[in-house]
């Protein structure tokens, strides 16, 4: 009676947390919101979005197949701004019950709601940004690789292969980090022998071209007049956020606080030598130890949080390649390291790109036999981050 008990709160508690995600959403703001209204721009072409006049002239980092999308909605749909969000909400809940559907081979209805325990997934959800169609895109494309385990015919196969080319090909350009989602789990598909190598060589092939295109007339992976995107030189800060969503996201799911920390007494050298190294990586020693505010005492804080937390991803990244044989963990580490190395000459790293990998570590987590029904009140972390951090992004026009 008492696991019923508890099982019955986990269940119906994640369903309310969805619920406070709609909340919110139906309360926010009817007008765009800090970069909401730079996608929102893209909107009001006159033209044809179909041109390439439209993807030349292109606002924002990412999401030129969420505009082309929107304009697919009636136009009522696509001048609300709220309607918008809720689009994205919708297609975050289709894409999360697929995810656990086919990829989980989940059963319990109410597990997919576990999603927003994961830092960031409000902010990525809640929002009219350019993260969806992509992302749901990108969790078609690795079901496709998935289903196409049981095509036995040749030309079945070879044309499933052109729709999930196409399906990699949209979630590229939709969303530029999560090519390496659409390159990886390929080749983690011919070592599981899922695929033969010239099917791989011939899915690349069919990916490719399109994205070439796109990022040609942009001159680069993002349009040549955003202001969003920006560069400079090694910015270990986003190499090391990228590191602590991981490791914070997984933790909180997982519920081993206690076990990390008896992990870390026992390996405290290693920790505190990647710890020191990667602070001083910061560059910002001297500046932080010189505060004179609140704001820049907590900013110290942060920084020593975020220079431990990542110190510790790393040791918990080696220990797992060490000891895991799952070709599919290796993967989805893997991928983890490319983003964080990827985002180090970003000067700032947002919260909603690394959590458009909540698929992968979802994935990766599954493989611990992590029994998602067993409440853990670690997780109660993440829901509050999430809660407070789309409530202030609302409150912040």
């Known amino acids: 009676m008492k696991n019923r008990f508890l099982t019955f709160n986990y269940e119906y508690f994640s369903l309310l947390l969805l619920g406070s995600l709609c909340l919110l959403v139906a309360f926010s703001p009817r007008l765009p919101i800090a970069d909401e209204s730079i996608y929102f721009s893209n909107l009001e072409w006159k033209g044809s979005p179909w041109t390439i006049a439209f993807i030349k002239n292109y606002h924002g980092t990412a999401g030129i197949v969420s505009s082309w999308f929107y304009f697919l909605l009636p136009s009522s749909l696509r001048v609300n701004i709220l309607y918008l969000r809720w689009v994205n909400v919708s297609l975050f809940v289709l894409s999360v019950y697929l995810l656990f559907k086919f990829l989980l081979k989940r059963t319990n209805p109410f597990e997919i709601f576990s999603v927003v325990f994961i830092p960031g997934t409000f902010a990525l959800f809640g929002r009219a940004m350019g993260d969806f169609p992509p992302i749901l895109t990108c969790v078609l494309f690795l079901v496709g690789l998935e289903y196409l385990t049981h095509i036995e015919s040749v030309w079945r196969r070879l044309l499933f292969l052109v729709l999930i080319a196409l399906l990699g090909a949209l979630t590229i350009v939709g969303k530029q980090n999560l090519l390496l989602v659409v390159f990886t ?13 010239l099917e791989l060589l011939l899915l690349f092939v069919l990916i490719v071209p399109f994205p070439l295109f796109v990022f040609t007339v942009w001159k680069g992976l993002a349009p040549a007049n955003s202001k969003v995107l920006k560069l400079g030189t090694l910015n270990w ?21 206690r076990k990390m920390i008896v992990s870390i007494e026992r390996q405290w050298l290693l920790v505190l030598l990647l710890f020191l190294i990667l602070y001083l990586l910061q560059g910002t020693l001297i ?10 005492f907590i900013y110290f804080i942060y920084h020593l949080f975020l220079a431990f937390t990542s110190a510790y991803a790393i040791f918990f990244i080696y220990t797992n390649l060490r000891e895991r044989s799952s070709i599919k963990s290796l993967a989805v580490l893997g991928i983890i390291c490319m983003m964080a190395f990827a985002s180090l000459n970003l000067i700032s790293v947002q919260m909603r790109y690394p959590a ?12 611990k036999k992590l029994d998602q029904a067993t409440p853990n009140y670690w997780k109660w972390f993440g829901l509050l981050f999430n809660i407070v951090n789309l409530y202030l992004i609302y409150r912040s026009n």
Do not use: H, K, M, N
């Open 356 to 367: 458009a990998f909540f698929g992968l570590l979802l994935i990766f987590i599954d493989d």
């Open 237 to 257: 800060s986003s190499f090391e956020y990228v590191l602590q969503w991981f490791i914070v996201s997984y933790f909180l799911l997982v519920g081993e606080v």
């Open 287 to 296: 500046a932080d130890l010189q505060f004179d505010s609140r704001i820049e």
């Open 185 to 197: 789990w390929p080749i983690l598909a011919l070592l599981q022998r899922r695929i033969t190598l």
